[in-house]
């Protein structure tokens, strides 16, 4: 099958996101040089391209797989709050450099678009207008736009990052199709509101597919009473799904562009993610 990669337009947008560490979340500089990963395409497709949806809207996404035909297994790399920046697009040039095709779908686009914006408190606005269900379409429709483009999602995988873990775990009761999960600090628990009815700790006992949660035990803002209480859902639940913590690492550890990078936790992190996608089947 001919590749099928439309380019989005080349807007100001895509010229920030395009320009040497311009694709970097502006409210999180400033960016050390030293801890910056980065990953070359060189041997890999990796392009930006529109997944048509069913009411006729097209969902930006980041995809990046090995070169050839495959098919390659998927993974689903879902977005921090500040959008599908660069750090997000080197995970899935990770990703594509480990054998998988990988998917970034920005899954705020019909709300806003955070890359504009320098203020935490109105990307947060933005965030909080995306219903979950939502969330839970646009990905589907993005598994559906891998098994036509080299993706074999018999293989399939999802992880992302804070906000991006919760939505991991609640795909994973979500969609049938999913294999693993891998969930970095992620939030498990919150109050139900329309656009969020439901959190992980609510689907705990629906979960489709196993699911690695990696947190750390100095997050403040996921406190290790909640991920207990994750944990003993999923006990009672008798879920395979586990939790590895890392005692002495801050939120947002794996997000190498942040102070709050940790390199040995993000490193093994990296190394267990991708040893729990091969056991479940993704890879």
Known sequence: MAEDLRPLPFTRRRFLATSAGAGFALAVRPISADTVIRTDSAGLVAADVMIPMEDGAELPTYLARPEGEGPFPVVLVIQEIFGVHEHIKDVCRRFAREGYLALAPELFHRQGDVSRLTDFEAILAIVREVPDAQVMSDLDAAVDFAAGRHGNVAQLGITGFCWGGRITWLYAAHSERVAAGVAWYGRVTGEATPLQPSHPIDVAANLHAPVLGLYGGQDTGIPMTEVAKMRAALEAADSPSTFHIYP?????????????????????G???ALAWFREHGVG
Not at 256 to 266: C, G, Q, T, V
């Open 270 to 272: 990296w190394q267990r």
């Open 248 to 268: 002495q690492a801050p939120h947002a550890f794996y997000a190498d562009y942040r102070p709050s990078y940790r390199e040995a936790a993000a490193r093994d």
